[in-house]
């Protein structure tokens, strides 16, 4: 590990004055992703907690170029910087769209599908805080059942998380990824990884939210680790069709021991309204899951 | 040497944005717009034009790609009609706020429910206030040129500009069109000097959240709050007057075609009643025209070719002699009087102009407009002010009301 660690390049690109919430999650994946993309990539993104985290003019935190745009449009407004940048013989540029859950698997999820059916040479960044944070903890799709958020404020959310990831999949995309802040060198590696390779590339990270799900901003590293230790969350690739766990994922896949969904749950604000039964449902769900990636990653 | 051929105006509109060597393109199929990307693809996969055609999954996306595109400096183009165009509102507004030189023809339709695919102008119409220069065509030599136009006017004020066109009416009829010479285009029109907003070197965040109020960068010099970020867009669009003037003006030099800058008209000088209409309702106009003046009555039309930004005072200056204005158009503000109307009413308060206004809606969905019911209507109303009655709402041409 220290080796790896050496190798994460020691140049910032966020700067001190980000304006997201202490212990956000998308805030330290950010650093990563920026330190691992590094010079010669272009970002769009669309309104979210990101674009608050970048600044408000005419000051910005972050030294990279960026195109904001609007909430549904990110993955086109990524086509149209790969086209553009194409029509200038900028190809060498790397384009990268990052969106929310909000922005990807709900008012997103059509320009995502067309971009890459498009095969459009991009990667595409879903943070995934399990809801609409920027305009308050609204339920989104990717919220997952039992929480409370301020459209489900009595009866919880009735419905399992959408699960992207194999909705991904199904398009063929030629790289997909999950990762977790609370993995710093997982996360870069694959991020490094993925500026190297070319086509459509779907990134997702899991990132906590300490606002948005009730706990303590410094516990953000915590609920990330916990998430992975009961395979809420997958950190795992994809390539060409393969599924491959990784980092800590990979470990529990090979022991095949996970801890129980209860840790995760007790420890959030939000699951405070969830019923036994729901809870049992989401235990279920996870254990679903994890055994059809685990046959997923044995084909 | 310039050739005419004979074409539809959607051929008209997608040869001139190949000889303005666009770049970007991006475009989803609607009719009455459809045979205009149909035929730029055929450009972009033969080879004879050399751009990134990016064939998305819905008209918001057709112009976002437009949109990043031209924010890294590439000539973008789209086309659309209806509820391609309200489907990308969101767009339309996103486009002009980032001040982009994009071009985009708006093939006219009427706007459902319930569904129609024919033609009226309320598409277009109703996204007037989205900061887009607007300018309508009356036939498809004046599509081609004003196209070729657009961009050079585009690239001028950094406003997007939109071509509007009657669709069917125009789209879909073939009329001999003279054909510019590329060399000519190409003089006219210089390659788009790359605005290098998004430059890896020189990191920006274009189009953040904007406060309310002005602000100090982190060198203490103050920038523009939202406020004066639109008053700018404005601005822009007031100046472009001047610059669409001129642009023609310089186009008619080179090309030997003057459409009008703003307006146009046809015999207007010294006439006592004036007609203004604003694309193929216009062009329809002039044989009743013709004919009314055959018949002793002093008419005269006024052509409206930019709708946004509005000839307020040019207006003014073409009408100051009028003893009567009759107004027809194909769309309608619901619950006030015809869009077109409206602007000219209030275009003239404040003027010497104080004469007899009326106003025809017509044309909605398709329904025909003819030059004799043309001529019947300005009949009727040059009748009816006789008569007295000076201002009446908005008459629904050709429309059983009761
Ligand atoms: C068309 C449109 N609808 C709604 C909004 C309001 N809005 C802005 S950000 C946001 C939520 C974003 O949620 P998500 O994508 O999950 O990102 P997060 O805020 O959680 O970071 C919403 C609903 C908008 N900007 N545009
Ligand atoms: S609301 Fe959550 S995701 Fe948004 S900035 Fe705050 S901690 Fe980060």
Known sequence: ??????????????????????????????????????????????????????????????????????????????SGLVAGLRALNREETTVVAIAGDGGTLDIGIQALSGAVERETDFIFVCYDNEGYMNTGTQRSSATPIGATTTTTPLLTKQQHKKDMVRIMAAQDVPYISVSSPSYPLDLY????????????????????????????????????????EAGIVVLCE?????????????????????????QYLEKQQRFRRMSTEQKEQFQQWVDTRWEEYREWSQR | MSKAIIM??????????????????????????????????????????????????????????CIAASTVGARAFTSTSSHGLLYMHEQVHWAAGSRLPIVMCCVNRGVGAPWSIFNDQQDSVSQRDTGWIQLYCRDNQEIIDTVIQAYKIAEAVSVPVMVCYDGFVLSHTMMPVVVPMQEQVDAFLPPLK?????????????????????????????????????????????????????????????????????????????????????????????????????????????????????????VREKLAGAKAIIVLEKAISYGHDGALA????????????????????AGLGGRDVNAKEIEAAITDSLKQIAEGNLEPPTHWLNCRTE
Request: proline residues 5%.
């Open chain 2, 342 to 361: 409206c602007e000219l009413k209030a275009a003239l308060y404040g003027s010497a102009v104080r004469v007899p206004f009326h106003s025809y809606v």
């Open chain 1, 238 to 262: 994809i390539e060409e069709g393969k599924f491959k766990f990784t980092g800590r994922s990979k470990v529990i896949a090979e022991r095949g021991k996970r801890t129980t969904v209860n």
């Open chain 2, 194 to 314: 790359t605005s290098g907003h998004l430059d890896t070197a020189n990191p920006r965040n274009i189009n953040p959240v904007v406060f309310p109020w002005r602000r100090a960068d982190s060198q203490g010099v103050m920038r523009d709050g939202y406020m004066e970020i639109r008053y700018k867009l404005h601005s822009a669009l007031n100046d472009a007057r001047g610059v669409i003037t001129q642009v023609n003006g310089e186009y008619a030099r080179v090309f030997g075609r003057d459409h009008g800058g703003l307006l146009w008209d046809y015999n207007a000088n010294a006439a006592e009643i004036l007609i203004v209409a604003m694309g193929s309702i216009a062009s329809e106009s002039m044989p009743a025209i013709d004919s009314l003046r055959a018949q002793g009555i002093n008419v005269g039309l006024i052509g409206v070719r930019a709708f946004r930004p509005f000839p307020k005072l040019e």
């Open chain 1, 1 to 78: 590990m220290p080796e790896k660690l050496f190798k994460v390049n020691l140049q910032e690109y966020m700067l001190p004055g980000q304006r997201a919430c202490q212990g956000c999650g998308l805030s330290l994946s950010f650093r990563y992703i920026l330190k691992a993309l590094r010079e010669d990539t272009i970002y769009t993104i669309p309104a979210s907690c990101l674009t608050v985290l970048c600044g408000l003019y005419p000051t910005t935190a972050v030294r990279v170029p960026i195109l904001n745009c609007t909430f549904p449009s990110t993955a086109a407004s990524a």
């Open chain 1, 189 to 228: 590696d694959k991020f490094v990884k993925a500026k190297r390779i070319g086509g459509s590339r779907y990134m997702q990270i899991a990132v906590p939210c300490p606002p948005g799900w009730g706990y303590h901003s410094k516990d953000t590293v915590r609920m990330g680790k916990i998430a992975v």
């Open chain 2, 8 to 65: 539809t105006g959607n051929s008209a509109a997608a040869l001139a944005a190949k000889m303005c060597r666009i770049q970007v393109v991006a475009a989803y199929p609607i009719t009455p717009q459809t045979s205009i990307t149909e035929a730029i693809s055929n450009y972009v996969e033969s080879g004879e034009l050399k751009a990134e055609y990016v064939r998305v999954e819905s008209e918001h996306s057709a112009l976002t790609v």
